[in-house]
C-alpha cells in the first residue's frame, strides 16, 4: 500500500512519455495522410475537368471529317459551327475558319463563325482588314504544328462587330483540303469563366484553392481574378525575390508532378501540383499548413485527458498524502467551496453581449427588418436588447449604429461607431460585406465632411487591400469601390493625373466583373453607381469633356443590367439619370439640339416628377442658364422638399434657395431676390441653431456612450478575474476528486467493459448461429425438394417402362427417354453444385492454363444452360468485333460453369414463379454481352426479372440465400459463380445502377 502512490506516479510519467511519443508519430503520419488525400483530390479535379474537356475534343474531332467532306460548299460551314455550339451549351463560341482566298468567290476572308449572345446563337462571317484572323495564334500555332492544340487563354474586345467580352481558351483542329495539307482551322472557343468554375468549385479542404498556369507560368485560373492574363506565378519574385516560390513555378512550367512547401500570399502552406492533361499546363492545389495538421490538432484535444490524467498519476504521492492530513482537508475542503461560492455570488447579475458569431447572427437583413418597424430612441433601444440577448454580435450592432448616425447626419457617432464595428476584424469573419460598407462608411466621411483628405485615402487603401485578397463576389466588387474611393481623395489632395488613372482601373475592375457574372444585378449595378458617381464629381468640378467614356459605360451596364431579374422601377430610374446626365454632357460640350432632345426625353420619364428628378432639372436649367424655366419650377421644387420633408442645412442652403436666388438675379427679379435673400438669412439662423443643437445631442450622446463603455471594461474586468479565480478552485477541486475516485472508476470500467465485450460476443454468436441454422433448414428442404422432384419423375416413367404389357409408340417412347435424361442431369447437376459449394469457401488459385476465346465461353454457357431454348424469354448474345476475337487464358470449365450459373439464374427468375399461380403477360429478354477493357474481359448477363434490392446487393451471394422462397434452387448458384470468378483472378458483382431486372458482371483477367 506504501508503494501505490509512488508506481501510480511512475506509471503517469510512462503514460506521459508514451504520449508524447505518439503526438511526435502520430503528427508525420496524419500529416502524410492528408498530403495523400491532397494528391488524390487533385487527380479527382483534374479527372473531372479532363472529362468535359475530353468531350469538347470529342465534338470537334467528329466535325471535321463533315467540314471536309463537305469542304467545296462554304455555306455549309456556318451549319456546322452552329452545330457544334447546339451539342455543347458549355461553348462559347465555334468559327471554321479557311486560308485567304481559299473561297475564291468569297473573298480573302472566310470564316463561319457562331457565339452565344444571351440565349441564341449567332452565326456572322468574322475577318476584314481590321481583324485578320489568319494571323492569330489560335490559328497559326495549329496549322504550324499539323495537329490539335489548346491555344492559351485570351481576351477578345471586339471582331468585326462581333461583340465577345470574355476570356477564352480555345480547342483548335486543323482541316485538311488533301493529303499533307492544311487548309483551315476549326475552333471550339472555352469561356474562361467556365473552365474556372470547374475547378474553383472544387474545395477538398478548408480554405483551400485550385489554380491553374499555362505554358509561360501565367494564371489561367485563380481565385484573384485580377491576376488572370496580366501575371506569372514569377511576377511577384520581380521585385521581391521569392527562391521557393521560383522553384515552384519553374516545376510547374517544366511539367513535373510532385509538392512544396512554401509560403504564399503571406500563407505558410503545402502545394500539390502536376500536368494539366497534353496541354503543356499544370494544375495544383494550394492548401493551408493549418488545414493539413487539422486532424493533428483534434487528436490533441482527443488526447488531453490522458494528458491530465498522467499529470494527475504523478502527483499520486501528494494526494495519498492529503489523504493522510485528512482533518486538515476537511477543514480546506469546505472553506474552498465556500470561496467558489462566493466567488459566483459576486458576479454581476447583468447578461453580458455575446461577441461570438453564430449562424444565426449572419441573418443581417433580417435584423434590419426588425428595426426598421421602430425610430429614434426606440430603433437604439431595440438594437441593444437584442445585442443583449445574443442575436446579434457586437461588431455587428457597432455597424448597424454607426449606419443610422450616418443616416440622420451625426458623423461623429458615425466615425465612433464605423471605427468600433471594424476593430479587430471580426465583422469581417462574421459580415464581410457589412465590413467593406463601414471601412468605405468611414473614408466617406473623412472625405466629405471631416475634412481630413489624408485619413480617408488612408481608410480606402486598407479597405482595398482587404478586399483585393477576398476571392469572393462580394469582396471583388468593393475592391473596385474601394480604388474610386482612392481617386474621390487623390482628385481632393490635387494629383489629378493619378485620380484619373485610378478611376481607369476602377472602371476595368468593375466591367471585367460585370463580363464574369452576366447574370448578377448587383455586379451590373455596381458598374451604373460606380460610373453615376464619375459623371456627377467630374461634372462638379466642370470637366464636361471627360464625360462621355464613363455615359457609354453606364448605358452598357444598363443594358447588361435589364437582361437580369433587376427591380423594374430601379432600372427606369437609371436610365432617366443617365438621360438627364447625357443632356446635361451636350450642353456642357456645345451640342444644345442633341442636350434639348435628351432634356425632354428626361422630362417625359416617372423619375423627374420625383424629389431627386426635380434637383436634376434644377441642375440642367441652371447649366444651361435657362434661369426662365428654372423659376418657373420653383413651386414645384419646393413641393417637393416639404413632401420629402427635407431638413434645412449648409448644403440645402447652397443647393435650392441659392440656386432659385441667383435665378431671380439673372432674370431682373431683384424685390423677388431680396424676399429670397431675407428667407436664406433666416434659414441660415435656423440652421445654425439646428446644428447646434444637434451637435450638443451628439457629444451627448457620445459621452454617455464613452461612461458606459468604461463601466463595462470595469466590470468586465473585475468578471475576468472573479471568473479565473473560480475557474482556480474548481480545477483543485476536481483533481483532488478524480484523484480520490481513479481507483474505483478504473476497476468498474475494466470489469464492465469485459462484461460487455462478453455480452456482446453472445449475441452475435447467437445471431449468427440463428441466421446459419435458418439458412440450413431452408437449403436441406429446399434440396430435399429438388431431388425428390426428379426422382418421382424417374421412378414413373420407370414403371411405365417396366410394365408387360405396355405398348409405346416411338414418339412416347423419345418423350420418355428426353424426360428421364433431363431428371437425370438435373439430380447431377444439384449433385455437382454441393459438391462445388463444399469447395466455395477455397481461396485456392485454379489452374489457368487454357487459351480459349471469350465468345466461345459464352456460346458453351448458353448451350450449358438452355437460355436460349427458353420457351418463356428472348435471348440475345451481343459480340462487337473487338470482342468476337479475345483470346483469354484462364480455366475454361471453371470459367463457363461460372457464366452457365449466372446465365441459369437469369432464366430462373424471367419465369413466374408457379408457388404463386403467376402468369407470364409479356415475353421477357436476356441479354449476354461481352465487353472487353484494357486488362479484362466482361460477360454481362441482364434480365428483365424481378431484379434484387439495393439492399441485398452482396447478401445474395452468401450461401443459401434465396430471396424468394417461391422459385426453385438452392441458394448456392451466385455463391459458387462468384467463387469460380474469383479463383480465376476475376468477380462477380451486381451492377446496381440497373433497375430494369437484375445485371451481373463476371470480369476474368485477359491473362
Known amino acids: 500500500m506504501k508503494k501505490h502512490p509512488w508506481i501510480a506516479a511512475a506509471f503517469g510519467a510512462a503514460l506521459a512519455l508514451l504520449l508524447a511519443a505518439v503526438l511526435i508519430y502520430s503528427r508525420q503520419i496524419i500529416q502524410q495522410q492528408a498530403m495523400d488525400d491532397a494528391v488524390k483530390s487533385l487527380q479527382q479535379v483534374m479527372e473531372r475537368t479532363d472529362r468535359h474537356l475530353h468531350q469538347i475534343e470529342a465534338a470537334a474531332d467528329s466535325l471535321i471529317p463533315k467540314i471536309e467532306q463537305h469542304i467545296d460548299q462554304p455555306d455549309m460551314m456556318f451549319a456546322y459551327s452552329r452545330e457544334l455550339l447546339k451539342q455543347h451549351p458549355d461553348l462559347k463560341g465555334c468559327s471554321i475558319s479557311f486560308d485567304p482566298y481559299f473561297y475564291k468567290e468569297k473573298g480573302q476572308y472566310f470564316s463561319a463563325y457562331s457565339y452565344k449572345k444571351g440565349n441564341h446563337i449567332v452565326t456572322e462571317q468574322e475577318g476584314n482588314d481590321n481583324y485578320q484572323y489568319f494571323y492569330m495564334d489560335w490559328y497559326v500555332i495549329p496549322r504550324m504544328l499539323y495537329h490539335s492544340y489548346w491555344i492559351e487563354p485570351f481576351a477578345e474586345k471586339s471582331t468585326s462587330g462581333i461583340v465577345v467580352n470574355d476570356i477564352m481558351t480555345s480547342y483548335c483542329q486543323p482541316i485538311q483540303g488533301g493529303p499533307d495539307k492544311t487548309v483551315g482551322i476549326l475552333s471550339a472557343d472555352v469561356p474562361l469563366s467556365w473552365l474556372a468554375d470547374q475547378i474553383e468549385n472544387y474545395q477538398p479542404m478548408p480554405k483551400s484553392y485550385c489554380m491553374l498556369l499555362g505554358r509561360g507560368g501565367s494564371y489561367i485560373v485563380h481565385p484573384d481574378s485580377t491576376r488572370l492574363l496580366y501575371e506569372t506565378i514569377f511576377t511577384s519574385t520581380i521585385e521581391h525575390p521569392d527562391t521557393a516560390l521560383t522553384s515552384l513555378g519553374r516545376a510547374m512550367t517544366d511539367g513535373e508532378t510532385g509538392y512544396k512547401s512554401l509560403r504564399l500570399d503571406g500563407v505558410d502552406s503545402h502545394v500539390f501540383y502536376m500536368p494539366f492533361r497534353q496541354t503543356g499546363w499544370s494544375i495544383a492545389l494550394v492548401c493551408p499548413n493549418e488545414v493539413i495538421l487539422s486532424n493533428y490538432r483534434l487528436l490533441l484535444y482527443f488526447l488531453l485527458p490522458l494528458i491530465l490524467l498522467s499529470i494527475m498519476l504523478m502527483f499520486m504521492p501528494l494526494w495519498r498524502l492529503l489523504f493522510r492530513r485528512r482533518h486538515f482537508a476537511a477543514v480546506l475542503l469546505p472553506l474552498l467551496v465556500l470561496t467558489a461560492t462566493s466567488c459566483h455570488n459576486n458576479q454581476p447579475n447583468k447578461q453580458e453581449a455575446s461577441d461570438q458569431p453564430s449562424p444565426e447572427e449572419k441573418a443581417s437583413d433580417k435584423i434590419r427588418e426588425q428595426l426598421d418597424a421602430y425610430e429614434g430612441n426606440r430603433w437604439f433601444q431595440v438594437l441593444d436588447s437584442l445585442e443583449q440577448a445574443g442575436k446579434i454580435a457586437t461588431c455587428q450592432a457597432d455597424y448597424l ?218 441642375f440642367y436649367l441652371e447649366m444651361t442658364e435657362q434661369w426662365e424655366k428654372l423659376l418657373s419650377i420653383a413651386l414645384r421644387i419646393d413641393s417637393a422638399e416639404i413632401k420629402e420633408g427635407v431638413t434645412p442645412t449648409i448644403d440645402y442652403l447652397i443647393t435650392s434657395p441659392s440656386t432659385l436666388f441667383k435665378a431671380m438675379l439673372k432674370t431682373g427679379r431683384k424685390e423677388e431676390a431680396l424676399q429670397k435673400a431675407d428667407q436664406i438669412i433666416n434659414l441660415l439662423d435656423t440652421v445654425k441653431a439646428v446644428q447646434h443643437r444637434s451637435d450638443a445631442e451628439e457629444l451627448a450622446v457620445i459621452y454617455e456612450t464613452q461612461q458606459k463603455e468604461e463601466e463595462i471594461a470595469a466590470q468586465r474586468a473585475s468578471l475576468n478575474s472573479q471568473r479565473m479565480q473560480a475557474i482556480v478552485v474548481v480545477v483543485l477541486l476536481l483533481l483532488i476528486f478524480l484523484g480520490v475516485l481513479f481507483e474505483f472508476y478504473r476497476k468498474l470500467r475494466r470489469a464492465h467493459t469485459l462484461l460487455e465485450i462478453s455480452y456482446n460476443n453472445l449475441v452475435i454468436a447467437n445471431e449468427r448461429a440463428e441466421e446459419s441454422s435458418k439458412m440450413k433448414t431452408n437449403f436441406i428442404r429446399q434440396i430435399s425438394h429438388e431431388i425428390r422432384t426428379p426422382l418421382n419423375i424417374l421412378s414413373g416413367f420407370t414403371q411405365i417402362i417396366t410394365m408387360p404389357d405396355m405398348k409405346l409408340d416411338e414418339a412416347t417412347r423419345t418423350d420418355i427417354n428426353h424426360k428421364i435424361v433431363e431428371n437425370t442431369d438435373r439430380i447431377t447437376g444439384l449433385v455437382n453444385k454441393m459438391l462445388e459449394l463444399s469447395d466455395a469457401s477455397s481461396q485456392a488459385v485454379i489452374d489457368r492454363t487454357d487459351n480459349v476465346l471469350a465468345v466461345q465461353i459464352a456460346a458453351q454457357a448458353t448451350d450449358a444452360s438452355e437460355v436460349a431454348n427458353a420457351k418463356h424469354l428472348k435471348f440475345d448474345l451481343q459480340v462487337g468485333d473487338a470482342e468476337g476475337a479475345v483470346t483469354i487464358t484462364t480455366n475454361e470449365q471453371a470459367a463457363t460453369r461460372a457464366l452457365t450459373m449466372l446465365l441459369d439464374n437469369a432464366r430462373k427468375f424471367t419465369r413466374p414463379a408457379e408457388a404463386k399461380n403467376e402468369k407470364q403477360t409479356e415475353q421477357q429478354q436476356v441479354t449476354l454481352t461481352l465487353k472487353k477493357t484494357d486488362s479484362t474481359i466482361e460477360f454481362i448477363v441482364e434480365d428483365t426479372g424481378v431484379g434484387v434490392p439495393l439492399s441485398e446487393a452482396e447478401h445474395v451471394f452468401d450461401e443459401f440465400v434465396q430471396l424468394d422462397e417461391y422459385y426453385e434452387g438452392t441458394g448456392i448458384g451466385l455463391t459458387v459463380a462468384r467463387s469460380l470468378a474469383r479463383r480465376l483472378g476475376g468477380d462477380v458483382v451486381l451492377d446496381t445502377t440497373y433497375t430494369s431486372g437484375a445485371r451481373f458482371v463476371m470480369t476474368l483477367p485477359l491473362a
Open 401 to 618: 449604429r454607426a449606419s443610422k448616425y450616418d443616416e440622420m447626419e451625426q458623423f461623429r457617432s458615425a466615425l465612433i461607431f464605423y471605427n468600433k464595428a471594424i476593430e479587430g476584424d471580426k465583422l469581417l469573419h462574421i459580415d464581410n460585406a457589412q465590413y467593406y460598407d463601414a471601412v468605405m462608411g468611414l473614408s466617406t466621411i473623412y472625405l466629405n465632411n471631416d475634412n481630413n483628405v489624408e485619413l480617408a485615402l488612408g481608410t480606402a487603401t486598407k479597405g482595398h487591400e482587404t478586399a483585393s485578397k477576398d476571392s469572393t463576389l462580394i469582396g471583388q466588387d468593393h475592391t473596385n469601390q474601394f480604388i474610386m474611393e482612392i481617386g474621390m481623395c487623390q482628385m481632393r489632395l490635387g494629383r489629378n493625373d493619378e485620380a484619373v488613372q485610378t478611376f481607369e482601373n476602377a472602371r476595368q475592375g468593375a466591367e471585367q466583373l460585370a463580363q464574369r457574372y452576366p447574370q448578377s444585378p448587383r455586379c451590373q449595378e455596381s458598374c451604373i453607381l460606380l460610373a453615376a458617381n464619375i459623371i456627377n464629381y467630374y461634372m462638379n468640378i466642370g470637366w464636361f469633356d471627360r464625360v462621355e467614356p464613363w455615359l457609354n459605360m453606364m448605358e452598357l451596364a444598363l443594358e447588361r443590367y435589364a437582361a437580369t431579374n433587376a427591380p423594374t422601377q430601379k432600372y427606369s430610374n437609371y436610365l432617366a439619370t443617365l438621360t438627364g446626365d447625357k443632356a446635361i454632357m451636350w450642353a456642357m460640350t456645345g451640342h444644345p439640339e442633341e442636350a434639348e432632345a435628351a432634356y425632354q426625353k428626361f422630362l417625359s420619364t416617372d423619375y423627374a416628377k420625383s424629389f431627386r428628378g426635380v434637383y436634376d432639372q434644377a
